[in-house]
């Protein structure tokens, strides 16, 4: 199993651990819920949906050294149809996709965050438009984020694929 397929592997189970533990058989028949769930709280949240909006900032303002700020010094990125992208190779790659795409607007919608601890995960979907461009891409996206020893929260592995185009 490569790399890549592992960190895949590894943020499905975790998306699975995350889940809201299972009510217990006092609960399901009125009782009261003894569930030990910590999550993560309202400031996480937030912090982890600011997190999104400093990417669609920073991918819009085509700004590379913005983009790579956003994730760990060991995140991986898992771009459609290309090899992962680890640690140092993450400037290089935002700063292809900036030149690719100049005055793209990005736009993230998150659809779920959850976690526990110092980590969490996000799924969302985006859509990119290139200036000029009549048609845009859309796609969705999970992100496994990890919050750093200030508070605050970077990602860690990245994965997006594009939407099929609609039949003809």
Known sequence: MNHGS??????????AACRPAPRNESASMGGTAE??????SAQDRSALEDLNKKWEQAATAGDANALSA?????????????????????KTFWTG???????VKAELHTN???????LAYAT????????GASKAM???????????????WKMLVDIWNENAAPAR
């Open 97 to 103: 996709f900036t030149k690719s795409f100049p005055g």
């Open 124 to 131: 969302g979907t985006f859509r990119l438009t290139p200036k």
């Open 6 to 15: 592992r960190l895949l592997l590894a943020a499905f189970c975790f998306a």
């Open 138 to 152: 859309e796609g969705k996206w999970v992100t496994v984020n990890k919050k750093q020893s200030d508070g605050s």
């Open 35 to 40: 569930v030990n769930s910590t999550g993560l």
């Open 112 to 118: 779920s965050i959850e976690g526990q601890g110092d």
């Open 70 to 90: 956003l994730y760990t010094s060991d995140a991986t990125l898992l771009p459609e149809n290309a090899p992962a992208v680890n640690g140092d190779g993450l």
